[in-house]
């Protein structure tokens, strides 16, 4: 396998609703897609980072000058096997995870067009179909969130996650499991919390909630583990674990009871495989995080989520949550019962709808060997 060709563009999404985190508000999104050519066939990746190095420190702008200087030349023309083969290829440049993650995810669905099998199957998928949840972004009122909430329930969705912070928690979770005592309920909150706020955290152990994502320090593992000893709810690790190596030490420091893989964050399938490994063997169980993906990231989240390990309900929902127009045909759809269906033809399993990609692009670039 050898890459011929790598098309990079950015497109402007509006959102069909803005979305706010402890971190910032989105209304719209900038998106970096690679497109690569080899073997005649074309495969697609999508980068998660956003347009402000604020859930990471990775951007837009830093991804595409990344990709196109350091990254690009090490694919172009070399012999590849397989997606698997990109991890060496990329490890001289530090970081910039999600820049990696676009091109190997790319080349993961190239190889399985060309070994004609599904994505999920070429990963070691197992499921035929993935359990959804939601993450609900900080609303205007608690009104309207429970509007939300309700909406959501009534599609399906078996897990609803809270994006949290100060004066958006305690009377919030107290309003939601006064009106929803059962649901399957979690919190968010992007490092919002330090460790004056301990006696804070631990009070929500009242609210029974399946975790609380990332309270701190977006880079820590060991103030999570001081904190892990004096709440009874699972931390759940999103923004702290970029490795396999970063699973490895939460888990042995009990900074964590539950891990959100996303593959952006860890660079791509071959690491996001490795962390899901570990975790399995050490039975801390996983779930997919979303980063706000088209279609096209959102097809690299189904295929991922179908692994084993992957036992919670992810934040992998509709495109219609996002998307007034989804850039992939069909748009992914969630079942009644909060599921979405793996799809099982080659490759991602979803067409790309190119000419509607073309009408969104405002920026491109072709680089070849
Ligand atoms: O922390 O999980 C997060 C979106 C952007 C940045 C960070 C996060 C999120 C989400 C959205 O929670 C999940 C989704 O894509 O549905
Ligand atoms: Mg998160």
Redesign the pocket.
């Known amino acids: 396998l050898k890459i011929d060709a790598i098309h990079l563009r950015e497109i402007n999404m509006p959102l069909a609703h803005p979305?706010e985190?402890s971190?910032g508000l989105?209304t719209g999104r900038r998106i970096l897609l690679v497109e690569i050519e080899a073997e005649g066939l074309t495969a697609w990746g999508e980068c998660v980072a956003?347009e402000h190095p604020y859930?990471s420190d990775e951007m837009i702008d830093t991804a595409w000058i990344i990709t196109e200087t350091e990254l690009a030349p090490r694919l172009l023309g070399v012999e590849l096997q397989g997606g698997g083969s990109c991890p060496s290829l990329f490890r001289q440049v530090r970081g910039h995870r999600m820049a990696k993650a676009a091109l190997e995810n790319a080349v993961w669905d190239l190889e399985a067009q060309i070994e004609q099998v599904p994505l999920a199957q070429l990963l070691g998928g197992t499921r035929s179909v993935i359990a959804c949840g939601?993450?609900i972004?900080i609303q205007p009122s608690i009104e309207q969130l429970m509007e939300k909430i309700a909406t959501e329930i009534a599609a399906g969705y078996q897990r609803i996650?809270l994006?949290c912070k100060h004066d958006w928690d305690t009377r919030v979770f107290e309003a939601v499991r006064t009106r929803w005592p059962d649901i399957t309920l979690s919190c968010?909150a992007?490092s919002a919390y330090r460790m004056k706020d301990f006696d804070h955290l631990s009070s929500w152990d009242q609210f029974n909630l399946l975790m609380i994502?990332?309270p701190l320090w977006y880079d820590d593992f060991y103030f999570h583990s001081m904190l892990q000893k004096r709440i009874k709810t699972a931390i759940c690790l999103?923004?702290s674990i970029r490795n396999r190596r970063d699973a490895l030490a939460a888990i042995e420091m009990q900074s964590c009871r539950i891990i959100?893989i996303?593959v952006g964050r860890v660079g791509g399938f071959s690491e996001a495989i490795a962390v899901h490994n570990a975790a399995d063997e050490r039975g801390i169980p996983v779930w997919c995080?979303?980063?706000?993906?088209t279609g096209i990231g959102r097809a690299h989240n189904i295929a991922l989520s179908s692994l084993p390990n992957f036992s919670l309900p992810g934040?992998?929902?509709a495109s219609s949550?996002?998307w007034s127009e989804d850039i992939i045909e069909p748009a992914v759809t969630v079942s009644k019962k909060g599921e979405i269906v793996v799809p099982t033809n080659p490759g991602i399993g979803y067409a790309v709808k190119r000419d509607y990609i073309e009408s969104l692009t405002v920026r491109r670039q072709t680089l070849r060997a």
Do not use: A
């Not at 995080?289 to 993906?293: D, I, K, N, S, V």
């Open positions: 979305f985190t971190f989105t956003g859930f939601v993450s972004g996650k994006k968010d992007n994502e990332q999103d923004e959100n996303k995080g979303g980063m706000l993906e934040d992998v929902s949550r996002y």
